[in-house]
């Protein structure tokens, strides 16, 4: 039970770090219980869409929590927070970063195949041709070369 004192505390401490830095939260009527609530609902929201949607609402998600987790850092950057207290979140945007990049990686390379027309799109000849063309490791001399 004391822990749990210390630990909201804690809680409204950093809150009353956060409205010297940026005022505008209490401005807003934004105290450190709605403040926390709303972060954690929607980072709740956003792992729920990210764990059972797939496609582009998964990738909007991940923007979304990335957004989120930038402002987090940017709090405890504001207030002068120790690296041990951000760290996880630190680790955590890297985490969002890499599968954002990974995620949008595959659909940037099949819409460059599709954008380029195929070689032998006038040419008549090859109308019912179904095989594929050979590779350039095919097409290249084997054996040796003289380099000089």
Do not use: W
């Not at 909201?8 to 956060?18: G, I, Q």
């Not at 403040?35 to 609902?41: D, E, Q, T, V, Y």
Request: hydrophobic residues 40%; glycine residues 6%; positive net charge.
């Amino acid at each position: 039970m004391a822990g749990k004192k210390m630990f909201l505390n804690y809680k409204k401490r950093a809150y009353k770090s956060y409205v010297r830095a940026l005022p505008l939260l209490k401005k807003m009527g934004i105290n450190s219980i709605l403040l926390r609530k709303s972060i954690g609902a929607l980072e709740v929201a956003c792992g729920i869409v990210m764990t059972l949607v797939p496609g582009r609402p998964k990738d909007v998600a991940n923007f979304f929590l990335l957004l989120l987790v930038l402002a987090v850092l940017f709090f405890h950057q504001l207030v002068g927070d120790p690296l041990k207290r951000y760290a996880h979140a630190l680790v955590f945007g890297i985490l969002l970063t890499c599968r954002l990049l990974i995620a949008r990686k595959p659909e940037d390379r099949s819409s460059e195949k599709k954008s380029s027309p195929p070689e032998n799109a006038g040419s008549d000849s090859n109308v019912g041709n179904t095989e594929e063309q050979p590779s350039l490791y095919e097409k290249a001399p084997q054996g040796k070369m003289k380099l000089s």
